[in-house]
């Protein structure tokens, strides 16, 4: 034992040590996380008035923010539809490639969006794709293209969320509605899924912010269509605050709203069990069914999700013969020179954020699993610590943006879109270790107390180590959302550019009138981050393989 | 009418083929309480839900009312399943627990109804009706359980350990209450326990399963005074098993050498030949004590080691002087007490012990209750 260790163990006993890391725990939250996105706007509220004297400029933002909450809900709701059943035939199948479902089905998740709406273009729109086997384009950018975007980065959401709570599900309930009677279509609905309710609600949830904070692969394959995303953006770039003002306040505001609305409401809300129809329902129960269910399941998992997904990685092949892998490795060319220093500059932005919030959320997430300050303020905290999930990521940034460089002092543009990024990742981390943490038996830390160890040990030797595999997915999780987050980087930066939004930059090139182009050094750009992502995902599945109950 | 048929029946789980029922053949008569017992991991969880039909077996068939049941799925199976963790759905309160089978099966509301009142009054439970599953003690889920069973319209109930999760107290009530309930209502019930207690309690016939297999099938009664198995003759009730040699048969009496010479003698009827190894099985209840060293029947001289008070019995471990030990119970108001290093003679009678062949794989292993 180091002598640091020794020092930490001996003054953790001391209850103002303790209460020291917690308020210090509370102040990064408050002060770094909470405040600077509500404040930075509310600094520029005067603003709001220029829009509503301005009647159409006011209908086309509230035009576009409604697009963004419409195309949220509808994404939420698809991706209910399409997630459950294949987390379904994950948790409960019986088939040896589960595995590799499994792991296949978190891809959309870890690969940067920006790669994602590119994929997604070349797959459905240019001739490269199955565009190419009607003649023409067969989806145009637009809105048909940005909820099928939205979908394929959110399902992995839904799957991980519906996976988890079947695992965790009793199936005695299930065994006892057949044993009284139910079909096994009417035990599902009367049972199984009430009693995954929460669950559903909360993956609905994650898939209806995450859709709602994507700004950078929107603008790619948006079109003409306009969110609020895109509002924001396309305003930013025109230098008009006022619009920007008027749209990111009220899309956090109205994010804030539905998501007070869906915590008060969601638990009230029943699925309606009293009328029955056992003949129905055993027709649906039975083996064609039941192979249909399967065989839709399977066709929209491998053909609208995962196949587009990664269809960038064809135009990356060539790239790997024509000479552009050579230029790529010797940054030849206008691209590859911005690429490096850009993927550099990413990875920076991405470890600090990381481990300022692998430092900074560890109080929060012990605070709110053990209940520290008592139910009410973990609970509390336990709710706000969401904010910046639900708040629409450029939204965000810009709010983020007025906040710091309002300050005297002023703030430099890194340290500005560290802050973003910290801001951004930071909920993934504290509500994943935070939930492992709630699941250690508390009594494993009373016995470790009963047994001489002070509370720094009892976390080092006890809680750490059951929860570590947790720690790590969460740390990965934040590092590869900072990895392709550019709503809020493109809202605080003027110069630097991240990885995701110089391959926006150079996406919007590629698109005409005529459909998307393919470049070479695009497609490996993108190939690379994709390679890195499943490398990264690889790793953290060979750490955490069966060890995951933490 | 309800009687089950289980004919030849084995399931094995796994990649690796783990048998849990092997080759079981089982018969359940109507109206009957039949108590499936022995240690954990025996497969007699796994047995009854193979009756249920929650899963299926890999050979054999089970029939209910002579229906091969193969093809039959769970809800179509007319059972009722009571579960030991009770599985009563925690979105629900007791009424819609109990009315769950009812409605779900399309009856009109009011019958649902009229039935969920009469079962929830029958498990004293009807004042509960709108209390969820988490405002209700362990002794009222095991009720609602069994309520939601009966307004299924059960006629034929599984019990999996319904009273494991109980303490001692409501345990030994409720034991009773579902045993008269089954009786009353002319169900047939098959409940599952590791408590041998219980089962000789409440059965009409026990089976009892070790390693995938039953047995022994027969009334508390049977079981008790003729087990035909050492693992039986252990688990039903208590035993002192004492090794030794068959070293004359004669007329309906066995001469039996124990260790160290002693002679005892064996009424029991199974034939032995001469010089075959046995194991003497003798109950701790059936044993008699003297002060002193006598030199009776059968009699094994020894010390008395150690003295429990059981409340109703004292129990003593008697060190015989040809080094085997046994237990001996007797009545705690049957006069004076003995206390430790007294000398004593332990005697029983031929009638009241069993003798059983030597196990191959030694007395311990066949005694092992995992």
New interface residues.
Partial sequence: MTRITKFLDKISSKPIARYAVYVLGILFFIIIILIPPILGITLKLNLFLTVVNDPPLMSKALSAIFNSFAVATFVGLIDLAAGTPTAWFIARGKSRWLNVIDTLADLPFIIPTVALGYSLLLFWNSSYGISGLFGGSLISPGWILVILLHFVFSFPIVVRVMVGALLDY?Y??E??????????V?AER??TF??L?PSMIGAFVLAFARSLSETGATIVVAGTFENGAVFIQTEKSLGNLAPLVFASSIMILVAIVIFAMIQIFGSRFKIP??R???SFEKRLSGRGAASSRDGVTFFVFFFIVLIPALFVLVSAFPALVDGTLSNALTAKGVFWQQYWPSLALSLFIGFVATLVNVIAGLPMAILIARKRLGKTVSSVFDVLVNIPIIVPSVALGFSLGLFWTGLPLGIPELLLIILAHISITYPYFVKSLSAAISRVDLELENAARMLGAKPFAVFRTIVLPLVKYSFFAGAVIMFTRSMSETGATTAVSTTLKTVPVLLVYYIRQLITSKGVGMSSDVGLGCGFLILFSILILLVLRLVIRGRARY | MSDVRVVAVTKTFGERKIVAVDDVSLEVHDKEYLSLVGPSGCGKTTLLRLIAGLIQPDKGEIYIDDVPMSKVPPEDRGVGFVFQTYALFPHMDVWHNVTYGPRIKALDEKNAAALGRETLEMMRLYERSDAYPNELSGGMMQRVAVARALAAGAKLLLLDEPLGALDAKIRNELRYDIRRLVKDLELTAIHVTHDQAEAMAISDRIAVMRKGKILQVGTPTELYMNPEHLFVANFIGESNFLEGQVAEVEGGLTEIRLRGNLIVYSANARARQKDERIVLAVRPEALRMQRGLKKTQNGLLGRVKDVTFEGTVTRYEISVKNGDKVIVTMPSLAGEPYSVDEEVTVSFEPEKSHIFPYPPRGLMDELKLE
């Fill in positions: 009793q005695a309930y065994e006892a509605a057949r044993t009284l009677g139910a079909h096994p009417g009367t049972v009430p009693i309710k069990i009293k029955v129809s056992p």
